[in-house]
């Protein structure tokens, strides 16, 4: 049941980042919460951009290899942005999800797609994937908001 005394906490993981081509983060942690909101936003997107996307990337062995935890369908101009809300868990009743999670480093997901696993995921490695398809420049901010029991620490 959700604790509604509890307020989200922010957390930026990208400010005003610059992008030209794909990218990958560094490996960044979150502290374990009841749910999550990803945010994206495009700030500018200088010249032409027919895509840009973002993937998220998490670790179940200590930061060695990354699974896809979710994608966002493309994003194509300045002030354009997208929010994905999930959950570290799956209540009763609730149905599984399927994703088709690639490795990060050995395969990208494919551009323009939304996808999401409600499940199981630890917070302490994640990272980040953009797919920038541009003839100029990119900036963006991605950030997390997250319920965070108030026992929890980071």
Not at 84 to 109: C, H, K, N, W
């Amino acid at each position: 049941m959700p604790n509604l005394e509890l307020f989200p906490s922010s957390y930026p993981v990208l400010t005003a980042q610059t992008a030209t081509t794909n990218g990958t983060s560094s490996a960044f942690q979150l502290p374990l919460g009841q749910s999550y909101r990803l945010s994206v936003e495009l700030l500018t997107a200088s010249s032409t951009c027919t895509n840009f996307n973002v993937a998220l990337f998490g670790s179940s062995d200590g930061g060695t290899t990354y699974h896809g935890l979710l994608a966002m369908t493309a994003l194509t101009t300045s002030g354009q942005g997208q929010s994905v809300v999930f959950r570290p868990y799956l209540g009763q009743t609730e149905a599984a999800t399927i994703l088709t999670a690639p490795i990060l480093g050995t395969t990208d997901y494919a551009s323009n797609v939304n996808a999401l696993a409600n499940g199981p995921f630890d917070p302490r490695y994640l990272k980040l994937r953009w797919l920038a398809v541009t003839t100029g420049t990119i900036t963006f901010n991605v950030k997390f908001d997250v319920i965070v029991p108030s026992n929890a620490t980071i």
